[in-house]
């Protein structure tokens, strides 16, 4: 199954010790801190240009949350959990998603700080960005050219790491049996309500839901509220959202929804941006927001701990089982917080 390390194979000969990989990517932070008005305004025309829904806006986010991958002290952090001498170089599959921009980074830097050679076919919709960091982390480091290769087509590999929807995850789990794999499937974010948050909180929780316009799995799609909470009351702390309305790709949807809804006398509270629908439903469309009563926050917990695996995060002041974010920062995870709560390095370490 696994290629076997000898002269046949050179890629798989480049060894980088773990303290030349780790420096590489701190020095690509610092590269992209720095990075020219004039590269980066370049950079988000073409990566925009390709995809619509990857605005300016949203690509520096992508990149705030990739800086904050790459800052020292967390790198040290997280690396320090690990034995990466035991580790001997696979050729490493990635699917990348294409969802939000540079879906798929922190499987490459999981992959190639690991040791591991990465072949990753990327999404048709987020090639620019991915191929940009690459160059950029050849550029430091000569030896990652003979490390990173984009192919159409996953063959020749010893593992996989593929992220998709349900219906692809099916697919994956079949082709790629063979392999040692992560298979990622669909997943949202929600938010529990109690009542006692701070107009900040809810401020905040503008950023979780609406940030990539919803499309991230790390975006909040339903909000869980105590019985007799007034659910206008939010629409106040959301109101720097509502420019999302002008973009075409968001209205469109938002007006697709909003026809579909009326045409079947669907009870929906409208904000003129975004739509918000009470239903049990998990995962709203773009643009629509599902909320839910409860009764009680003990019995919410026993009924959200039966989903969790369609969970990735839960924005609240309430403790989740360890999968609770302070509002405003479901799109800022750290390193170590890993999709689907499977740990990336773990597996690749134990990859022989």
């Given at each position: 199954?696994?290629?076997?390390?000898?002269?046949s194979?050179?890629?798989l000969?480049?060894?980088?010790?773990i303290?030349?990989?780790?420096?590489?990517?701190l020095?690509?932070?610092k590269?992209?801190?720095?990075l020219?008005?004039?590269?980066?305004?370049?950079?988000f025309?073409q990566?925009e240009?390709?995809?619509?829904?990857?605005?300016k806006?949203?690509?520096?986010?992508?990149?705030?949350?990739?800086?904050?991958?790459?800052?020292?002290?967390?790198?040290?952090?997280?690396?320090a959990?690990?034995?990466?001498?035991?580790i001997q170089?696979?050729?490493?599959g990635?699917?990348?998603?294409?969802?939000?921009p540079m879906?798929g980074?922190?499987?490459?830097?999981?992959?190639?700080?690991?040791?591991?050679?990465?072949?990753?076919?990327?999404?048709?919709?987020?090639?620019?960005?991915?191929?940009f960091?690459?160059?950029?982390?050849?550029?430091?480091?000569?030896d990652?050219?003979?490390?990173?290769?984009?192919?159409?087509?996953?063959?020749?590999?010893?593992?996989?790491?593929?992220?998709?929807?349900d219906?692809?995850?099916?697919?994956?789990?079949?082709?790629?049996?063979?392999?040692?794999?992560?298979?990622?499937?669909?997943?949202?974010?929600?938010?529990?309500?109690?009542g006692?948050?701070?107009?900040?909180?809810?401020?905040?929780?503008?950023h979780d839901?609406?940030?990539?316009?919803?499309?991230?799995?790390?975006?909040?799609?339903?909000l869980?509220?105590?019985?007799?909470?007034?659910?206008?009351?939010l629409?106040?702390?959301f109101?720097?959202?509502d420019?999302?309305?002008?973009?075409?790709?968001y209205?469109?949807?938002?007006?697709?929804?909003?026809s579909?809804?009326?045409?079947?006398?669907?009870?929906h509270?409208?904000?003129?941006?975004?739509i918000?629908?009470?239903?049990?439903?998990?995962?709203?469309?773009?643009?629509?927001?599902?909320?839910?009563?409860?009764d009680?926050?003990?019995d919410?917990?026993?009924?959200?701990i039966l989903?969790?695996d369609?969970?990735q995060?839960?924005?609240?002041n309430?403790?989740?089982?360890g999968?609770n974010?302070k509002?405003?920062?479901?799109?800022?995870p750290?390193?170590?917080?890993?999709?689907?709560d499977?740990?990336?390095?773990?597996f690749l370490?134990?990859?022989?």
């Amino acid at each position: 199954m696994f290629a076997s390390l000898t002269s046949s194979d050179p890629k798989l000969l480049i060894k980088l010790n773990i303290n030349t990989r780790l420096n590489s990517f701190l020095k690509l932070g610092k590269r992209f801190k720095n990075l020219p008005d004039d590269e980066t305004e370049r950079l988000f025309e073409q990566a925009e240009h390709q995809n619509p829904w990857f605005t300016k806006d949203n690509i520096r986010l992508a990149f705030e949350g990739l800086l904050n991958y790459l800052e020292e002290e967390k790198m040290n952090r997280w690396v320090a959990d690990y034995d990466f001498s035991v580790i001997q170089p696979k050729t490493v599959g990635v699917v990348m998603a294409g969802n939000i921009p540079m879906a798929g980074i922190h499987d490459m830097i999981c992959v190639l700080l690991s040791g591991h050679n990465l072949k990753a076919k990327l999404s048709n919709q987020d090639e620019v960005l991915i191929r940009f960091i690459a160059d950029e982390l050849m550029k430091i480091e000569p030896d990652f050219a003979q490390k990173i290769e984009f192919a159409e087509v996953l063959s020749n590999i010893d593992a996989v790491i593929a992220t998709g929807s349900d219906n692809t995850s099916r697919y994956f789990d079949y082709y790629f049996s063979k392999y040692p794999h992560i298979i990622r499937k669909n997943r949202t974010s929600i938010a529990v309500l109690t009542g006692d948050e701070s107009a900040d909180d809810l401020k905040a929780l503008g950023h979780d839901i609406f940030s990539y316009f919803g499309l991230g799995c790390r975006n909040v799609s339903k909000l869980y509220v105590p019985k007799g909470y007034e659910i206008n009351s939010l629409f106040e702390h959301f109101k720097d959202y509502d420019t999302l309305i002008d973009h075409y790709k968001y209205h469109n949807n938002y007006y697709y929804q909003k026809s579909i809804l009326l045409v079947n006398q669907t009870e929906h509270k409208d904000t003129g941006f975004a739509i918000f629908i009470e239903t049990d439903k998990l995962v709203s469309p773009v643009s629509m927001i599902y909320y839910e009563f409860y009764d009680d926050l003990n019995d919410l917990r026993n009924e959200l701990i039966l989903i969790s695996d369609k969970i990735q995060c839960i924005v609240s002041n309430e403790n989740f089982f360890g999968k609770n974010v302070k509002f405003g920062t479901a799109q800022k995870p750290e390193p170590w917080d890993y999709a689907d709560d499977i740990d990336t390095i773990k597996f690749l370490t134990e990859l022989r």
